[in-house]
T-cell receptor, first 114, second 114 residues
Framework: NAGVTQTPKFQVLKTGQSMTLQCAQD?????MYWYRQDPGMGLRLIYY???????DKGEVPNGYNVSRLNKREFSLRLESAAPSQTSVYFC?????????????FGPGTRLTVL | AQSVTQLDSHVSVSEGTPVLLRCNYS??????LFWYVQHPNKGLQLLLK??????LVKGINGFEAEFKKSETSFHLTKPSAHMSDAAEYFC????????????FGKGTSLLVTP
């Protein structure tokens, strides 16, 4: 089992460009999440999908959109990238949304916006 | 709302000596508490979690943490540090009020010297 996979691993964009970060999990999990990690900030939730067909905003959703393509895949789109979106992005999944439920993380995508 | 404070941003220990990473939390409800570890350029891995069962929780790689409600603390310990323990450690809280959301501390960077 690969667990949670993310593509690409690295990306450099110019301000105003768009891109989609891909995430897939093979654990048959219902819930998936997108976080960003900035130095000294810990991880902050951008969007999550409690189950296939649903998505909801997290703590920092502005400038992002998501799509839960199917049970396995959850993508994050930047429509018009800004330097403030330079960050490391992590996708995670869990069996369901519940406050005691372990989340499994992908290896991350390091994004730089110039 | 719940929150978590990691009291040290950096901790340095010698190989073979004990490790103590401190975490305090606040929560209006009975919380779930987690410790995650992140090795350089890797995703996050769950070390251990507390979900209202035994207050002393044992995790992987010899780590353990004790939930102390009276002190609102969940400190992470290990009797003897190994070089491979050098990483970033995140204390995380979640509770019934937050549902899906994991609330991350800002992290503690553990340095292990020979």
């Amino acid at each position: 089992n690969a667990g949670v996979t993310q593509t690409p691993k690295f990306q450099v964009l110019k301000t105003g460009q768009s891109m989609t970060l891909q995430c897939a999990q093979d654990m048959n999990h219902n819930s998936m999440y997108w976080y960003r990690q900035d130095p000294g900030m810990g991880l902050r939730l951008i969007y999550y999908s409690a189950s296939e067909g649903t998505t909801d905003k997290g703590e920092v959703p502005n400038g992002y959109n998501v799509s839960r393509l199917n049970k396995r895949e959850f993508s994050l789109r930047l429509e018009s990238a800004a330097p403030s979106q330079t960050s490391v992005y992590f996708c995670a999944s869990s069996a369901w949304t519940g406050f005691d439920n372990e989340q499994f993380f992908g290896p991350g995508t390091r994004l730089t916006v110039l | 709302a719940q929150s978590v404070t990691q009291l040290d941003s950096h901790v340095s220990v010698s190989e073979g000596t004990p490790v103590l990473l401190r975490c305090n939390y606040s929560s209006s409800y009975s919380p779930s508490l987690f410790w995650y570890v992140q090795h350089p350029n890797k995703g996050l891995q769950l070390l251990l979690k507390y979900t209202s069962a035994a207050t002393l929780v044992k995790g992987i790689n010899g780590f353990e943490a004790e939930f102390k409600k009276s002190e609102t603390s969940f400190h992470l310990t290990k009797p003897s540090a190994h070089m491979s323990d050098a990483a970033e450690y995140f204390c995380v809280v979640s509770d019934l009020n937050s549902g899906y959301a994991l609330n991350f501390g800002k992290g503690t960077s553990l340095l292990v010297t020979p």
